[in-house]
């Protein structure tokens, strides 16, 4: 009973910290020096990547309509007007050839050369470093932008540039723990012009391949050799970010359509420093 409810308490953490632009490493590595489930190192290291499957089926569920690519229902763009390409939905086809772009740069990197930049970059004065200099360029991003309107407003206004630009900025968030893909791409995206709830939108649908195919990669490295305990822990973990993460998507977009992304900026920054100032006091000082 004791490591289910740490499971939720982890499902709690990755479901706020995964859509927030505040770094889901940082809050984890955090929380697993205070909560630290009696499980294999090698069973925790697949759960921290699995457990965001719960959080991808709350983007699915909430944008569904947004991101299934066929039907007749609310179809203003169909790739034909017969036949199976009626049932395209030519927008959202788009979309996703756009997602992929996005996408590539950090699945080559990250395939290439993961546990390399993971030997490399995992440590607390990186992630620090990572929390403190995003904080900062939200708060500069957000201050130059005070004032201006967007030039792109819709998901359709985003040209397969814009998606690479993008996945560039998810691509330091893949070599960098404690960037945050969400607070890379969110970056990015507003760096070059695009409007806080497109930003948004993009990020989280581009989450939905990167996370899938992130998880596929640790269940197949980890094995068929989950215990029942085990699949209790990982569902409730996972069960537990689903119904967080739809809350705080709820929250986020509604936020962003009043207020900006500074308030996540200082996060950020304070959180950089407490990081630096534990695993300093705690003599742990680089290597988590």
């Given amino acids: 009973m004791t490591e289910f409810l740490k499971a939720v308490l982890f499902g709690i953490v990755e479901g706020i910290t995964e859509w927030l632009p505040i770094s889901s490493t940082g809050h984890m590595i955090l929380l697993d020096e205070f909560v630290k489930l009696d499980v294999s190192e090698e069973f925790w290291e697949m759960f921290l990547v ?80 990572a929390l403190i200099v995003f904080g900062v360029g939200f708060i500069l991003i957000e201050n130059k932008n005070k004032g201006m309107r967007p030039k792109i407003r819709t998901l359709s206004d985003i040209t397969f540039t814009t998606a690479l630009i993008i996945g560039m900025f998810q691509l330091i968030a893949a070599i960098f723990p404690g960037t945050s893909r969400s607070g890379a791409t969110i970056l990015g995206a507003l760096l070059i012009g695009v409007s806080r709830t497109v930003a948004a939108e993009f990020t989280f649908f581009l989450a939905i391949p990167v996370m899938l195919g992130a998880s596929l990669l640790k269940v197949v490295k980890f094995g068929s050799s989950l215990t029942g305990n085990e699949v209790m822990v990982l569902a409730t973990g996972m069960i537990t970010a689903f119904l967080v993460s739809v809350a705080v998507i709820r929250f986020l977009m509604g936020y962003i359509k009043k207020h900006d992304f500074r308030v996540f900026g200082w996060y950020r920054i304070i959180l950089g420093i407490v990081v630096l100032v534990y695993f300093g006091l705690s003599g742990q000082g680089s290597v988590f």
């Avoid at 290439?112 to 440590?123: G, I, P, R, T, V």
Wanted: charged letters at 15%.
């Fill in 50 to 129: 699995v457990i965001q499957l719960g959080a991808i089926l709350a983007v699915v569920a909430l944008f569904w309509n947004k991101i299934w690519p066929f039907g007749r229902k609310n179809n203003r763009h169909p790739a034909g007007t017969t036949g199976f390409l009626a049932f395209c939905k030519k927008d959202v086809w788009m979309m996703w050839f756009k997602i992929v772009v996005a996408c590539l740069p950090a699945a080559v990197v990250g395939i290439l050369f993961d546990e390399f930049f993971e030997s490399l970059f995992y440590n607390s004065i990186c992630v620090a470093i």
